[in-house]
T-cell receptor, first 110, second 114 residues
Framework: QKEVEQNSGPLSVPEGAIASLNCTYS??????FFWYRQYSGKSPELIMF????GDKEDGRFTAQLNKASQYVSLLIRDSQPSDSATYLC??????????FGDGTTLTVKP | DAGITQSPRYKITETGRQVTLMCHQT?????MFWYRQDLGHGLRLIYY???????DKGEVPDGYVVSRSKTENFPLTLESATRSQTSVYFC?????????????FGPGTRLTVT
């Protein structure tokens, strides 16, 4: 079992829809959870981070964390074509090391 | 300009040669990381450093060597390059803030080993 697993995708949604990206992790000692966006040929950039159970909202993005279920998700509301990218889930353990999932590729169709 | 830079951006080398990838950051971040990203996959940690002269292995350290004599520099050396090391290499840095560890990534180095 991989330490961090994401929906393999690709995920395709129409413009204006909600995109839902999911991530599960195996280390119960994980402390911090991150969502990075990576455009093709570019480096990852941070979108959201969350430490506590519940929801965290930032504009059109909402991160949700459920430590009991070892599950973190990212919702993108009112999806735009510019949101088309690969989204990487990263989990940091209490030793300070981050583990990344393989990513989910999202395509938003106009 | 402030930020994190990597050089070279592209490199083609032959099997068995030694290659060094450079990483430089201007934020004085304490943590620096090296990842490799293979086509269609996420990032795998090679080595990381918590401060100057402190380094530790990540998930896939075999065949790589790092050093960190200065806070701002974190070079990665492939001692004897192999085809399996063909990949995109990302350097990242971070500074612990409120218990978190947001990482800032460099532009990447695309390495091809022939």
């Amino acid at each position: 079992q991989k330490e961090v697993e994401q929906n393999s995708g690709p995920l395709s949604v129409p413009e204006g829809a909600i995109a839902s990206l999911n991530c599960t992790y195996s280390d119960r000692g994980s402390q911090s959870f991150f969502w990075y966006r990576q455009y093709s040929g570019k480096s990852p950039e941070l979108i959201m981070f969350i430490y506590s159970n519940g929801d965290k909202e930032d504009g059109r993005f909402t991160a949700q964390l459920n430590k009991a279920s070892q599950y973190v998700s990212l919702l993108i509301r009112d999806s735009q074509p510019s949101d088309s990218a690969t989204y990487l889930c990263a989990v940091r353990n209490n030793a300070g090391k981050s583990t990344f999932g393989d990513g989910t590729t999202l395509t938003v169709k106009p | 300009d402030a930020g994190i830079t990597q050089s070279p951006r592209y490199k083609i080398t032959e099997t068995g040669r030694q290659v060094t990838l450079m990483c430089h950051q201007t934020w004085s971040h304490s943590y620096m990381f090296w990842y490799r990203q293979d086509l269609g996959h996420g990032l795998r940690l090679i080595y990381y450093s918590a401060a100057a002269d402190i380094t530790d292995k990540g998930e896939v350290p075999d065949g790589y060597v790092v050093s960190r004599s200065k806070t701002e520099n974190f070079p990665l050396t492939l001692e004897s390059a192999t085809r399996s090391q063909t990949s995109v290499y990302f350097c990242a840095s971070s500074d612990r803030i409120s218990g978190g560890e947001r990482q800032y990534f460099g532009p990447g180095t695309r390495l091809t080993v022939t």
